[in-house]
């Protein structure tokens, strides 16, 4: 191998190693800003839990209906339960409400009335849950439907 093929060889090899080097540093500033950005949402915004709290303060609930045609006479059963609930979706066989907190207390009532009215609407399930964060977001963003 010549001279000058060794010398443009070394160059290149040093170029590459410098390129890596320079990426790395980039990888780990990117890293770094990454990790200070979560530092300062999570102390801007709050925990997860905190959130979850302030804004997810309520439960959910799902119904699917066999009989789609009895929906408006559920609906209007759903309001008698839980005054305050907002329908957020509208299918032929699942309605989803936005149940306030206050409204299902006692647990144990709110779930006698639903079994209640599963029997008398023959409805085929329903689901009664705490609100996850990602749904409390939703709402709170105005995606529900006062109903």
């Known amino acids: 191998m010549g001279q000058t093929q060794q010398k443009t060889l070394t160059h290149v090899m040093v170029s590459s190693a410098f390129m890596w080097m320079l990426l790395g540093v980039q990888v780990r500033m990117v890293q770094v800003w990454a990790m200070q950005a979560g530092v300062w949402a999570s102390r801007c915004i709050g925990s997860i839990q905190y959130l979850k709290n302030k804004f997810g303060k309520g439960y959910l609930l799902e119904i699917k209906v066999k009989d789609p045609e009895l929906t408006d006479l559920l609906h209007a059963e ?58 409390a977001d939703d709402f709170k963003a105005g995606h529900a439907v006062k109903a």
């Open 78 to 135: 759903i309001l008698r339960i839980f005054p305050s609930a907002a329908r957020q979706e509208r299918f032929p066989s699942l309605l989803v409400y936005k149940v306030p907190m206050e409204d299902a207390l006692p647990l144990s009532q709110s779930f006698s009335k639903l079994e209640e009215a599963k029997r008398s609407f023959s409805l085929e399930e329903y689901s009664f849950s705490l609100n996850t964060l990602a749904q």
